[in-house]
């Protein structure tokens, strides 16, 4: 099965930011590791933000960050 990557999510997701607590207003991949890792922990919440934390923890564990930069600095949301 071959996976296709979703372009509209994968833009979301570079601009998306974090709606509350210590680090409200950052972009996700901003995030300190330590805090994904906690959220991976602790559980992370449902719906659209659980699914970016998740993935944004992926990204940071697998050296994607320089993708994620590009894309929001080639991209950027008017």
Request: proline share 8%.
């Amino acid at each position: 099965m071959e996976m296709v990557p979703d372009k509209q999510k994968l833009l979301e997701l570079a601009h998306y930011k974090m709606p509350f607590g210590k680090y409200k207003g950052r972009f996700l991949v901003d995030l300190p590791l330590a805090y994904l890792v906690w959220f991976r922990q602790k559980g992370f919440p449902n719906g659209k933000l659980g699914e970016y934390l998740r993935t944004t923890l992926d990204i940071k564990d697998n050296g994607l960050e320089p993708i994620i930069r590009k894309i929001q600095k080639e991209f950027p949301l008017e």
